[in-house]
């Protein structure tokens, strides 16, 4: 992508979706003392549902926090955000002393763990959040959009977890669903 054609309306639109986003999970960052790159950023938030779906019946029970960590393997940015989705992202503010990708992978696992267990205290944020980062989906009713990948993934979370909760599970990322407009 050559950023140099982008309009001015799309450079504010993207700068507006990352101040949304990073707003949405300021909260945490300051909590968990790590500060995020935008494609940090959009690489942690993809994997946000995850822990969002876990949370669901208010307990992370073992089979849970064992499907998190392996998730957290597959957690890389290079492989995550494309290099024109990188191009892009550069037209948003970057904030000063990010912690590199190599430390970012390794250490996004446990924050997605972290999160799961501390969801009732970081779900309304990260759901502003979400929201705003789904907002770069121009087509949400695509079998392999964004915002149907949410949806699938966080289905797959609750019933490839044999929680106690499911019915539980199942009612909260319903409702989960509805507020990110799934």
Known sequence: ?????????????????FREMRAGIDNFMKNREFI?????????????????????????????????EKLSKSIDVKSAVNIDLMEMMAVAFEPENCIINEEFNIRAGSEILYLARNCN????????ALKAMLTFDFNPKKENSLTASFGKFMDAMVVNNASKNKNA???KIKEIKINLGL
Do not use: C, H, W
Request: charged share 25%; hydrophobic share 45%; no cysteine.
């Open 1 to 17: 992508m050559d950023i140099t054609k982008l309009t001015n309306e799309n450079k504010i639109f993207i700068r507006t979706i």
């Open 36 to 68: 995020l790159s935008n494609s940090q950023i959009f690489t942690f938030l993809s994997y946000v549902p995850a822990a969002l779906a876990i949370a669901g019946d208010g307990v992370v029970d073992e089979n849970e926090i064992a499907s998190l």
């Open 121 to 128: 205290k970081y779900e309304a944020d990260f759901i502003k």
């Open 169 to 171: 599970e199942m009612k």
